[in-house]
């Protein structure tokens, strides 16, 4: 399983999400540790407090003052698990169930200290193992040190604290969700550039456009810049390969022509006038390259007009021709060359139908995808590769020449298409070719 996804949003939103994840669990974490050092700080000075008092009923010999110690009873049991105790070299007085368990060592004593040493902090438990938070007093007196402690049970901290952070925790998820409507439409704003670049791209491919223009980020500028000069590149590429077909097609008119001549009245004319068409179909094709643009074909009138002219071809066989074209669909492709690609496809598939044809036209994104379907003998799936190369007859008893496939092939590819073989539904060849669609090529 991919975690990572594919998309540059994509990976944007994930490490917006996760750092924006760390670092709301870490504002919390911090959060809830201020409020627990706060209301610490709160039990702590209450209990210092408690300890003043019960030091006031503490004599300088270490005598115990029992009257004030019972009138200030009230005042030091706060509460359930609140608890007090007083330890002197002779006795003990105050909550039963101490002492605490004292974690923090005392602090060594220096001579210049008054006779009061500093409060300590003890975390620790009860004689019943609950934990407790208490604060510790050591008195020196003439009798000996006297310990003070008062205690609270540690709830009244966590308590207070766990009621605080269901708030909290409800806040901070909030504060989430809105840092992560923010890092989306910020990504979102921030990657708008990017897909108008990929529109004019795809402009560009549709013959919609020549050039990527409009003012770009500077961080895209290098990229247009690369792919305006990749367009134009292209296009001087293709104008050299149209004019050296121009140039050979020429060249080849004369000696062609004086052919056609010396074989007049011989079976072997029509081939010549075939070749003949073919070299005046490349050279005002050449004529045109220099000022056209990527044409324009309606999909759905060629195709009827190619059948109407194939079946005609092929009358005496009886072929049923069946057509389901989606109407209004329009590819980028010449009209003599969408007639020549799907003329060899019609005509092949008409010379090996035994009884149907069956011709279906369908927008696929941005292309169109045209299936001819026969119920011939097909083609054996080791062989499609091979029947799409140039002179190869797998039957040699039909009167073709083996070029119509590869006529197909090279011209869907040179316009960005591409020819598929398979077998059709029952049996027979299916030939599949798609072209791209025209800009507005799906219609309305």
């Not at 119509?404 to 060849?429: F, M, N, S």
């Amino acid at each position: 399983m991919r975690l990572v996804p594919h998309s540059i949003q994509g990976r944007m939103l994930l490490l917006s999400a996760v750092a924006t994840a760390i670092a709301l669990a870490l504002a919390g974490a911090l959060i809830a540790g201020v409020l627990a050092r706060f209301v610490t700080q709160g039990i702590d000075r209450r209990l210092d407090a408690e300890l003043a008092l019960i030091a006031s009923a503490v004599g300088n010999d270490g005598s115990i003052d029992r009257p004030r110690l019972a009138r200030l009873q009230g005042a030091l049991e706060a509460g359930p698990g609140w608890r007090w105790r007083i330890e002197t070299p002779l006795a003990g007085f105050g909550s039963d169930d101490m002492p605490v368990a004292d974690i923090a060592p005392p602090r060594p004593r220096r001579e210049h200290d008054a006779g009061a040493e500093p409060v300590r902090p003890i975390d620790g438990r009860d004689a019943r193992g609950e934990r407790v938070h208490a604060r510790q007093l050591r008195i020196q007196t003439s009798a000996g040190v006297v310990l003070l402690t008062a205690a609270a049970p540690r709830d009244v901290i966590e308590r207070p604290v766990r009621d605080t952070l269901l708030p909290l925790l409800l806040t901070l998820a909030a504060l989430g969700l809105v840092l992560g409507a923010a890092a989306w439409l910020q990504i979102r704003l921030g990657l708008r550039p990017v897909r108008r670049l990929r529109d004019a791209v795809v402009a560009i491919r549709a013959g919609g456009a020549h050039s990527i223009g409009g003012a770009q980020p500077s961080e895209l500028r290098p990229l247009a810049d690369e792919l305006n000069a990749l367009v134009r590149d292209n296009e001087a590429a293709l104008a050299a390969a149209r004019g050296s077909a121009a140039n050979l097609a020429h060249a080849l008119k004369t000696p062609v022509a004086t052919l056609a001549l010396a074989l007049r009245g011989d079976p072997r004319e029509q081939q010549v006038e075939r070749i003949d068409r073919t070299i005046r179909h490349h050279l005002a094709r050449a004529r045109m390259a220099a000022a056209s643009t990527r044409a324009a074909t309606p999909l759905d009138a060629a195709v009827r007009a190619l059948l109407e002219v194939i079946a005609r071809l092929h009358a005496d066989r009886r072929i049923a021709i069946a057509v389901d074209v989606t109407p209004h669909l329009m590819v980028a492709i010449d009209p003599a060359d969408f007639d020549e690609l799907l003329g060899n496809l019609l005509d092949n598939a008409m010379r090996h139908a035994r009884s149907r044809v069956a011709v279906r036209a369908r927008a696929e994104g941005r292309v169109a995808r045209i299936t001819i379907a026969d119920d011939g003998p097909g083609i054996p799936t080791e062989d499609r590769a091979r029947a799409t190369q140039a002179g190869v007859r797998l039957d040699e008893r039909s009167d073709g020449h083996g070029f119509g496939l590869a006529i197909a092939r090279e011209l869907a590819t040179l316009h960005g298409g591409a020819l598929t073989l398979d077998e059709a539904a029952g049996g027979g060849l299916a030939a599949s070719v798609t072209v791209p669609l025209s800009r507005g090529g799906e219609g309305a």
